[in-house]
């Protein structure tokens, strides 16, 4: 599907969740059916208590992708608090200097998911970067799965790095950890 002239971006903070909460969780249910199927580290529940957790941190901000009135995919994030468990999950430690925050530092993109019908149309590039515009942060980390190496390449494209490997939950998969330099 080429990109419709219809396509939106919207801009949402913590403030705004509950009118989006409800199309932030269908589309995850719909994106990531197979895992959910699969995984219940990946169940609906579960993103519902990441999402509420996320989306309690200052300066959590979502982008919403809407064709027509239709949610097409979105992102959202929210940077390091000074006390991060963040890079405490690393296998293998980072240098202090790279891990020092002080809640301003790094931005935690913690989710970005189009639907099916909106691949490869340049809509997740748009999602993305329009949640980085104006943020104030030095720099983006991500995590994505190593068994994913097609989205890691998307990633590395989109000028991000693989810095190392982490697993945030004891039951969650071990994750490749990715930085982005924002300025
Ligand atoms: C990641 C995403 C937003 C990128 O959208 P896009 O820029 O339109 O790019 P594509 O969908 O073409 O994805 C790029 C490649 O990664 C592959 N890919 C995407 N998601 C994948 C997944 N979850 N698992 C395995 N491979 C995946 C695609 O098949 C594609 O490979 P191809 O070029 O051989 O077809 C979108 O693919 C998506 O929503 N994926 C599911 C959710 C997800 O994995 N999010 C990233 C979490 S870190």
Do not use: C
Not at 35 to 54: C, T
Not at 130 to 153: C, D, I, M, S, Y
């Amino acid at each position: 599907m080429s990109q419709s002239p219809a396509i939106t971006l919207a801009r949402y903070g913590t403030d705004q969740l509950p009118a989006i909460r409800a199309t932030l969780v269908s589309l995850y249910g719909e994106v990531y059916e197979k895992e959910i199927a699969e995984d219940p580290f990946f169940s609906v529940e579960r993103f519902e208590q990441r999402l509420q957790g996320h989306a309690s941190r200052p300066g959590w901000e979502a982008v919403v992708a809407y064709d027509g009135g239709e949610a097409a995919g979105y992102a959202y994030a929210a940077a390091l608090p000074e006390r991060t468990g963040w890079w405490s999950h690393m296998l293998t430690p980072l240098p202090a200097e790279e891990i020092q925050e002080d809640g301003q530092r790094t931005l935690a993109l913690f989710e970005l998911m189009v639907r099916a019908p909106w691949r490869k149309t340049g809509l997740a590039a748009r999602i993305h970067e329009e949640l980085l515009a104006n943020r104030q942060e030095e720099r983006v980390t991500l995590l994505v799965e190593p068994g994913h190496p097609k989205v890691k390449a998307l990633y590395e494209r989109w000028g991000y790095h693989h810095i190392g490997d982490q697993q945030p939950f004891p039951d969650a998969p071990i994750y490749a950890t990715m930085l982005r330099l924002l300025r």
